[in-house]
């Protein structure tokens, strides 16, 4: 009896070890499982990161555009591109003009910001017969300069106010300190005079 009570003893024993390891290596399993999908998620990560990166700055694909883009004005010059292409250009233009008459609009009445604009524009080239084409009575740079010392304010959105909203139509087309290629400050002055005309 007591034999069989050993030998019984023992295999309780032995199952409630079994047990034991079968739980311990389930939890280790459990756990390497674990590490394992940390592991795999923290990889992920960083390729996704690394995706990322590539996708947001990727050199090659910036000189494709730039070319792209080279190439369809290449082509919309010399009339190799569908009409309505040269409209999105022009529409695009357009926009662009009607920006810098909105900011130019947002000149100063104060006589003091137009005579620091004259010189601004003096310094970079702008000369007397650029002058005449934007000014509403064909006056002189000097003549407006004295003008604008006597008095304290212009009218808003007066004649000579207008004046100065034109002259920052003219110091904002040129983002470079230069008179944009292919335009002369004449040109720019004339298109200030059309694009924000005087008072009737």
Same mark, same amino acid.
């Given at each position: 009896?007591?034999?069989?009570? !050993?030998?019984?003893?023992?295999?309780?024993?032995k199952?409630?070890?079994? #047990?034991?390891? @079968?739980?311990?290596?389930?939890?280790? &399993?459990?756990?390497g &499982?674990?590490?394992?999908?940390?592991?795999?998620?923290? !990889? !992920?990560?960083?390729?996704?990161?690394? %995706?990322?990166?590539?996708?947001?700055?990727?050199?090659?694909?910036?000189?494709?555009?730039? *070319?792209?883009?080279?190439?369809? %004005?290449?082509?919309?010059?010399?009339?190799?591109?569908? *009409?309505? $292409?040269?409209?999105?250009?022009?529409?695009?233009?357009?926009?662009?003009?009607?920006?810098?008459?909105?900011?130019?609009?947002?000149?100063?009445?104060?006589?003091?910001?137009?005579?620091?604009?004259?010189?601004t524009?003096?310094?970079?080239?702008?000369?007397? $017969?650029?002058?005449?084409?934007?000014?509403?009575?064909n006056? #002189?740079?000097?003549? @407006?300069?004295?003008?604008?010392?006597?008095i304290?304010? @212009?009218?808003?959105d007066?004649?000579?106010?207008?004046?100065?909203?034109r &002259?920052?139509?003219?110091?904002?087309?040129?983002?470079?300190? #230069?008179?944009?290629?292919?335009?002369?400050?004449?040109?720019?002055? $004339?298109?200030?005079?059309? *694009?924000?005309?005087?008072?009737?």
């Open positions: 009896m007591r034999v069989l009570s !050993r030998a019984k003893a023992a295999t309780e024993r199952k409630s070890d079994a #047990t034991f390891l @079968f739980a311990l290596s389930q939890d280790a &399993l459990r756990d &499982l674990l590490e394992l999908r940390k592991e795999i998620t923290r !990889r !992920r990560k960083e390729e996704a990161g690394s %995706r990322r990166v590539e996708r947001q700055w990727n050199p090659d694909s910036v000189i494709k555009l730039e *070319q792209d883009r080279l190439d369809r %004005r290449r082509r919309i010059g010399a009339g190799l591109t569908p *009409q309505c $292409e040269k409209y999105e250009i022009i529409g695009g233009m357009s926009g662009i003009m009607n920006s810098l008459v909105a900011q130019a609009k947002k000149a100063s009445a104060d006589p003091r910001d137009c005579r620091r604009t004259i010189d524009l003096q310094a970079m080239g702008f000369g007397k $017969e650029a002058f005449r084409k934007l000014h509403h009575l006056d #002189t740079t000097a003549g @407006f300069y004295r003008y604008s010392e006597r304290q304010r @212009f009218e808003e007066g004649n000579n106010h207008r004046v100065h909203q &002259l920052m139509y003219v110091l904002l087309s040129c983002p470079s300190g #230069t008179s944009p290629k292919g335009k002369s400050f004449q040109t720019q002055a $004339e298109e200030a005079y059309q *694009q924000i005309p005087p008072l009737p």
